[in-house]
């Protein structure tokens, strides 16, 4: 019997991380002249970070900082999905950053129709928040990889690849 190989392509980030990128831009927005009396505040929940500062300018300010912070730290930018700012009471703007975990249905399809197209030899499943690709050789997993890192741009989300077998 051929021995099949396989593994799961996902879309996930370390939250430890994301909470030291986060206290770091806390202090550095604590340090910064500009940003010292804003008032800012990072609030991190569950399925997006909350930003409340004085105004448009600090806010741009602090995002900058944000995504400095976090591609020192090896996180990926498009973990971060912008919303809006919004206006909140007495004069402060509020941003909602969503943050994004796992693959949707639809970017799950995308990437499932992609290798189906480009590799033949390979098989794909979609399997709820991730995607499996399953061959019978090593050499056809390791192709498919270099295709979904070679359209990873078009997808808009960070992926990563585990339970190589």
């Known amino acids: 019997m051929a021995s099949t190989y396989s593994f799961d392509v996902v879309s996930d980030f370390d939250r430890q991380e994301l909470v030291n990128t986060l206290d770091q831009v806390r202090r550095d927005v604590g340090n910064r002249y500009d940003l010292k ?11 997006e970070l909350v930003i409340t500062t004085a ?3 600090t806010l741009q300010a602090v995002e900058d900082v944000l995504r400095t912070k976090a591609t020192k730290r090896n996180l990926s ?9 919004e206006t909140a009471g007495g004069n402060r703007v509020r941003q ?9 249905q639809e970017i799950a399809k995308k990437l499932s129709k992609m ?10 499943a979609i399997q709820g928040e991730s ?3 399953t ?9 498919a990889i270099q295709l979904v890192k070679s ?3 078009e997808l808009d989300v960070p992926l990563q690849f585990e339970n190589y077998r």
């Open 115 to 124: 290798v189906r197209d480009e590799l033949k030899k390979v098989t794909v």
């Open 96 to 104: 909602v950053v969503k943050l994004r975990k796992g693959l949707s």
């Open 77 to 85: 930018l498009k973990i971060f999905d912008f919303q809006t700012p």
């Open 131 to 133: 995607v499996r690709i």
């Open 37 to 47: 009396d804003s008032g800012t505040e990072i609030d991190l929940e569950e399925t």
């Open 55 to 57: 105004s448009d300018m």
């Open 151 to 153: 359209k990873e741009d």
């Open 135 to 143: 061959g019978k050789s090593k050499d056809d997993l390791q192709a």
